[in-house]
């Protein structure tokens, strides 16, 4: 029982401040965040892409196509219904 009680302490220690106000009690995995700068409308593609097509892949398959996942932005893409939805589309404003 002693073990348990090591690890937990362990997990508690890697709280952070504002974790502990949050309410949080143990952290289990180290804090990651790895942001890229998008500069051009070919990395946003591809970003965008990725997020599209990530539902179906590997183990989540979640939906047969990008446009059937309830959650996805794709099908305001792919049936190019962003012109109805104005003031903008990211396409048309892009700018460097």
């Known amino acids: 029982m002693q073990k348990h009680e090591q690890v937990l302490q362990q997990l508690e220690d890697g709280v952070t401040t504002t ?3 949050k309410g949080q ?3 289990v995995f180290e804090p ?3 942001a890229k700068h998008i500069n051009t409308l070919d990395f946003l593609n591809q970003k965008l892409n990725y997020i599209h097509n ?4 590997g183990k989540w398959n979640l939906s047969e196509t ?3 996942y309830e959650h996805s932005s794709a099908s305001f893409y ?3 219904m962003v012109k109805h939805f ?7 404003v892009w700018i460097f």
């Open 19 to 21: 974790g502990k106000r």
């Open 25 to 27: 009690k143990h952290r």
């Open 32 to 34: 990651s965040f790895d």
């Open 54 to 57: 990530n539902p179906l892949k």
């Open 66 to 68: 990008i446009s059937d």
């Open 78 to 80: 792919e049936l190019d």
């Open 86 to 92: 104005k003031p903008f589309d990211y396409r048309d």
